[in-house]
């Protein structure tokens, strides 16, 4: 946009695609505004436009847009409180003599969008919390996308293929804040449609398959991890525990954990004091990060490989059968603040069900963890159509 067509809009005190703020006070109104652009429940089509430094009036409130400011802005992206993660830029402009940041919210492919488990949309000038019919009316605009993998259609599975007890008890009160659970509106149908688990048309998602799933590897062919336990330092070494772990994602990552904990070793040291330190061979959090990383950010379409562990007498191989994507590529992998998703709704059911906390720093914490391990940092192995980790074994004393 340039500055006539911002000014335009700052002074437009009628628009239903404009919000000023004078500062940064209230950082979760600023959020519920986000949420309720990418919901763009009004059909503009157009982003949606936050004004921080500007008044109710659009006159200037003289607030000095620092890089800190413009920072916290871009990082409600990836902070999780939005889900799914929003589409936004954000820049520092001067329209009309008044420094301003702006923040532009592009509508989403596939609302609802909510904040804090609450849907928001623009009914005018005003912001609201979406109604019953109001979420059907976002739901249906799935219909005419071109939606990414984890949101298509799974003709041949039913209803009956979802753990309903998993669903009802566990994920959706995760998903959905209490408030809105309580008025009790919403059919189980409604609730699958709204969580993407289901295509307007009630088909099962990718999406719900493999968050809810009785058995994904049914449909999801490579929707599994194969960990193998191996005596040495090659493939062609003799294999010591093999397992197929599946199921869906809060089982699978329960099982993961498990087998992760029993095959890491532990030692117990005596220091001055004396003070008994352990020491184990590699860093949980940092195993974490890695496997978690690999099942979001491999791809589930046009393969059935699974994500597979390999850990070695000397080392860990953590293998995601999917290459960069969008705008990560070979070159800036890893790099802090370049992140991108091939799956956005999986990035979704995983904050939901707590397995990540803020997106797009999961290799920074696993370098940390090894780090302050005393593992060496991991070294990736980047290719069109798959990416390699190796996490090597702690260093000796």
């Known amino acids: 946009m340039n500055d006539s067509e911002l000014f335009s809009l700052l002074t437009d005190l009628e628009s239903d695609r404009v919000e000023r703020k004078a500062s940064l006070s209230s950082a979760d109104r600023i959020r519920e505004a986000i949420c309720a652009f990418a919901n763009d429940l009004p059909e503009n089509r157009k982003p949606g436009v936050i ?35 929003p589409s936004i830029d954000v820049q520092k402009r001067n329209i009309n003599g008044c420094e301003i940041a ?63 007890e998993l669903f009802e008890h566990y994920y959706l009160p995760n998903a959905i ?6 008025q009790n509106e919403r059919s189980t149908e409604d609730k699958l449609k709204a969580l993407r688990f289901l295509t307007p048309d009630g088909i099962p998602t990718v999406l719900g398959i493999l968050a809810v799933g009785k058995q994904p590897r049914d449909y999801i062919p490579g929707a599994y991890i ?8 090659a493939l062609i070494d003799p294999i010591q525990s093999q397992k197929e772990i599946s199921g869906p994602l809060n089982h699978l990552f329960v099982r993961l954990d498990d087998v992760l904990e029993a095959h890491n070793n532990v030692s117990a040291s005596i220091t001055a004091g004396p003070v008994e330190t352990r020491n184990s061979d590699y860093p949980l959090p940092a195993l974490h990060q890695l496997c978690r990383n690999a099942i979001l950010h491999r791809t589930y379409d046009g393969t059935t490989a699974p994500v597979r562990i390999y850990w070695f007498s000397d080392r860990i191989e953590i293998h995601n059968p999917g290459g960069p994507f969008g705008q990560v590529t070979k070159e800036n992998f890893g790099r802090p ?11 979704e059911a995983m904050k939901v069900l707590g397995y990540v906390q803020r ?39």
């Open 51 to 85: 004004f921080i430094g500007a008044n109710d009036d659009g006159s200037c409130s003289n607030l000095p847009v620092t890089d800190t400011l413009l920072l916290t802005l871009a990082g409600m992206r990836d902070d999780g409180l939005i889900q799914p993660l």
């Open 102 to 164: 702006v923040v532009r919210v592009h509508p989403s492919m596939a609302p609802p969008v909510r904040f804090k488990g609450r849907t928001y949309i623009r009914v005018g000038p005003r912001r609201a919390i979406a109604t019953v019919e109001e979420e059907r009316r976002l739901a249906e605009r799935r219909r005419t996308v071109d939606l990414p993998f984890d949101l298509r259609p799974i003709r041949s599975a039913a209803v009956d293929d979802f753990d309903m």
């Open 177 to 182: 804040a209490p408030d809105v659970l309580q």
């Open 226 to 233: 194969q960990f193998l336990r191996i005596n040495g330092t």
């Open 337 to 347: 603040g370049i992140t991108d998703y091939r799956n956005p709704y999986l990035a």
């Open 359 to 397: 997106f797009g720093v999961g290799i920074q914490i696993a370098r940390r963890e090894l780090e302050k391990n005393g593992n060496p940092l991991p070294e990736f192995n980047i290719e069109a159509a798959n990416i390699m980790v190796n996490v090597w074994k702690r260093r000796p004393e």
